[in-house]
């Protein structure tokens, strides 16, 4: 393999410049899917592939591309992905660190005259972070989009479909942006960790195997409304005394059963919601998390059975739907010795871990051979303006996916 790096200098010029764009009072940026900011981004992003030579490339979901195209007919794609968009007031290195990689490695390849035998494509897509539907983009690629995801309505903000239109993407186009499997070789991404296993044990780049599953489901208990200053303290049917407990006991119940599950239940929502008035009514959005799809299932039922125990505890009835339904990958294990035989002939220790965030690799897991790349988050922080990686990190993971590019294209 040529012996090529990337330009450090370079790409951390890019990083600079990109963090500027919504760049919040905190060290942040906010860039939501299809805002302004999100636009911005897209347009700089684009201006950077054309000044490097590479090809512009878009879709009917608004997945935006730079392509170093192959001068063989017919020739295959590998894939480079990640995305622009952030959550609000997140991080400057969540998404970001992946494109910039991914272009910089395609600079560098088209500098080095290098007569591939597959393109080599570095893709934006649209709204991975999810502020209107996860991991939208690399669903759309894949064919993985149903009809009711273009209808969601999220946070009251207006509908997916206007927003959509607002930005130029025809929802009733979107079926176009799926690509056959066939034309692509691989599927590769560089992201920070988002936990501390990395930065805590010293360890330069993680080889990520596999994806967690994730489940949300809607449990709404229900009670009586009263007065409460005379109603009789023994004889409430208060829904959210219900709520607390199945909240509390849910993550004990994990914790003691499911080592590697994980329970979160952050969005509780009361009715009446007077602060004299027992809860007649207690709306809780909940979330599961496992690498085994098996016990993520196991773990389902055993939740679902507490809510209903812990509803009856207090004279309640209560109602369980599930949401949303994200299942967990396993990553290609060509691609996970792939990359740790790069990061061996680079001298760069490495370890093989479960990714507990979503990523598009869970996507595209299935669609083809797909492979992540992890470099270490200080001190596990992510999703907040204090989110850092040191800057030799990100080098390295840029030349590991350099290497890792080098190597699938002479495997094709």
């Given at each position: 393999m040529p012996d090529l790096k990337i330009n450090p200098e370079r790409l951390h010029a890019d990083f600079v410049e990109l963090a500027h764009i919504?760049?919040?009072?905190e060290g942040g940026i906010n860039r939501l899917a299809l805002s302004a900011n999100d636009i911005h981004a897209r347009a700089w992003f684009a201006d950077k592939v054309e000044s490097a030579g590479l090809a512009v490339r878009d879709d009917d979901a608004g997945n935006l591309?730079?392509?170093?195209?192959?001068?063989?007919?017919?020739?295959?794609?590998?894939?480079?992905?990640?995305?622009?968009?952030?959550?609000?007031?997140?991080?400057?290195?969540?998404?970001?660190?992946?494109?910039?990689?991914?272009?910089e490695c395609l600079r560098t390849l088209r500098e080095a005259d290098l007569d591939l035998p597959i393109n080599v494509e570095v893709i934006d897509f649209t709204d991975d972070e999810g502020c209107w539907k996860s991991l939208f983009g690399c669903r759309a690629l894949t064919g993985a989009l149903a009809q009711e995801d273009l209808s969601a309505i999220n946070y009251g903000e207006g509908s997916f479909r206007a927003a959509l239109m607002q930005v130029g993407i025809d929802p009733r186009a979107i079926w176009r942006a799926s690509r056959a499997p066939q034309s692509i070789c691989g599927y590769l991404e560089v992201h920070i960790e988002q936990g501390p296993r990395l930065h805590r044990e010293g360890v330069n780049i993680g080889v990520v195997s596999g994806i967690v599953g994730r489940t949300t489901h809607r449990v709404t208990f229900f009670g009586q409304a009263g007065h409460s200053g005379t109603t009789d303290m023994y004889k409430r049917r208060d829904a959210l005394r219900g709520a607390a407990l199945f909240i509390v006991r849910a993550h004990d119940l994990v914790r003691e059963r499911y080592g590697d599950g994980i329970f979160n239940c952050g969005d509780v929502t009361v009715e009446p919601g007077m602060f004299n008035v027992i809860p007649s009514k207690a709306c809780l959005t909940v979330e599961y998390r496992h690498v085994s799809e098996k016990l993520m299932a196991e773990m389902e039922t055993a939740i679902t059975s507490l809510a209903h125990q812990c509803a009856a505890t207090y004279g309640l009835a209560v109602e369980t739907e599930e949401i949303a339904h994200m299942p967990a990958a396993s990553l290609a294990a060509g691609m996970i010795q792939l990359l740790e035989g790069v990061c061996d002939d680079l001298d760069l220790s490495h370890k093989r871990l479960v990714s507990y965030s979503g990523h598009a690799p869970q996507i595209l897991a299935d669609f083809t051979d797909t492979g992540m790349i992890f470099i270490p988050s200080v001190n596990g922080i992510s999703h907040h303006p204090d989110e850092y990686t040191d800057w030799p990190d990100v080098v390295n993971g840029a030349n590991v996916l350099l290497q890792a590019i080098l190597r699938l294209a002479h495997r094709n």
């Open positions: 919504g760049a919040t009072p591309s730079g392509v170093l195209y192959s001068a063989e007919p017919g020739a295959k794609t590998l894939l480079l992905g990640s995305h622009l968009d952030s959550v609000p007031n997140g991080g400057q290195y969540d998404g970001s660190v992946g494109i910039l990689c991914a272009l």
